[in-house]
C-alpha cells in the first residue's frame, strides 16, 4: 500500500484546489481490506490502526504544512 497505492493517492494533494478525500478514502478502505483479508463486515478503522495508517485528511494536512515550513526555511 505505501509503496503503490498511496503516493497515487496522494500525487500533488498538499496543493490540489478540489477535494476528492471521500474518493480516495474510499479507494483506500477497499485496498486496506485487501491486505488484511477482511471479511465483507469489517470496522476499517481497525485494519488502519493495525496497519498504522493515517486518514487521507490527516496526510494532507501534513503534507500541506511541511511544503510550506519547507518553503519558508529555503527563504
Known amino acids: ?4 497505492v498511496r503516493p497515487i493517492l496522494e500525487y500533488c ?3 490540489y484546489l ?3 478525500t ?3 478514502e474510499n479507494i483506500k478502505n477497499k485496498a486496506i ?4 483479508f ?6 476499517v478503522t481497525t485494519g488502519r490502526s ?5 486518514t487521507i485528511q490527516s496526510r494532507r494536512q501534513y503534507l500541506f504544512h ?10
Do not use: G, M, Q
Not at 481490506?33 to 488484511?36: F, P, Y
Not at 515550513?69 to 527563504?75: G, R
Open 18 to 20: 478540489v477535494d476528492v
Open 66 to 75: 511541511y511544503f510550506k515550513h519547507e518553503k519558508l526555511a529555503k527563504k
Open 38 to 43: 477482511s471479511p465483507k463486515r469489517f470496522y
Open 13 to 15: 494533494s498538499a496543493i
Open 1 to 4: 500500500y505505501k509503496i503503490i
Open 50 to 54: 493495525l496497519l498504522n495508517l493515517p
Open 33 to 36: 481490506r485487501i491486505i488484511v
Open 22 to 24: 471521500e474518493t480516495k
